[in-house]
């Protein structure tokens, strides 16, 4: 209670009162209706998630829209690198908008395989993958590869993995929010390609993600913005994608 009431004090000397109840509004909306209000789509580069619900669009204090560049440093490494028979995997599931991608790639005879740490972001890919029509490609495991920082939810009981243990690709994908040194480091497997989100704001500078990766005798052909649709943001908080082959 005391730290809903120092936000709410917070918020009304930074952005004022109708702010304040704007933000009260959605806090009260979110807790009582969401829950039983049932689900609708809106388009992540191109595909079907479902992050809304009913009336959200018409709710002044939601924000959620089509987003046409989501994640569109991965997803261009993705559509670029990926062919049909490979096997990826993916650490840092988020909305599973890049594991719908890489199904979208791979086929029926290839695999992707995601590990996401926090079971609400679990649900969040499983929900998106089968709207899409990919549960039969994707494999969602609830796991923590490394150590587990920064993740959006609640661990509950998740699996440990080190990141020895991942299994063989063609394609690794790492979007972990910080944990992408460690697990590089870790690394036993080979894959032909990584694309790694970098993120400076959490310790894992584009710089030092480079130099492991060249290490590790991989050699960055593309290095973007993470995100066009929050280009400023990536920018400030140094949030790339690396794209990198395997020189061997």
Not at 34 to 41: G, W
Not at 100 to 115: L, N, P, R
Not at 156 to 185: F, M, R, T
Request: hydrophobic share 35%; net charge negative; glycine share 8%.
């Amino acid at each position: 209670m005391r730290l809903l009431l120092r936000d709410a004090i917070d918020i009304l000397r930074s952005d004022g009162i109708k702010k304040l109840l704007l933000r009260s509004l959605n806090f009260v909306y979110r807790r009582t209706l969401v829950p039983f209000l049932p689900r609708r789509s809106v388009q992540y580069n191109g595909v079907d998630v479902p992050a809304v619900r009913l009336f959200d669009r018409t709710l002044p204090w939601r924000s959620w829209r089509d987003r046409p560049n989501y994640e569109s440093g991965l997803i261009s490494g993705i559509e670029g690198h990926t062919n049909s028979g490979d096997d990826v995997v993916i650490v840092g599931g988020g909305w599973g908008v890049t594991a719908v991608k890489a199904a979208e790639k791979v086929g029926s005879d290839g695999t992707v395989t995601v590990y996401e740490g926090s079971a609400k972001e679990v649900e969040r890919v499983r929900r998106t993958v089968s709207v899409n029509g990919y549960s039969k490609i994707v494999t969602v495991n609830h796991a923590i590869v490394g150590t587990a920082l920064n993740l959006r939810g609640d661990s509950k009981n998740a699996k440990i993995v080190d990141p020895s243990n991942l299994p063989q690709c063609d394609i690794l994908e790492l979007d972990c929010e910080g944990s992408e040194i460690e697990i590089l480091e870790g690394l036993t497997i080979h894959p032909d390609v990584i694309l790694v989100e970098t993120h400076g704001r959490y310790n894992a500078p584009t710089d030092e993600v480079v130099s492991i990766l060249s290490r590790k005798s991989y050699s960055v052909v593309r290095n973007v913005i993470a995100d066009e649709d929050l280009r400023e943001q990536c920018e400030s908080d140094d949030i790339r994608v690396l794209t990198a082959l395997n020189d061997d």
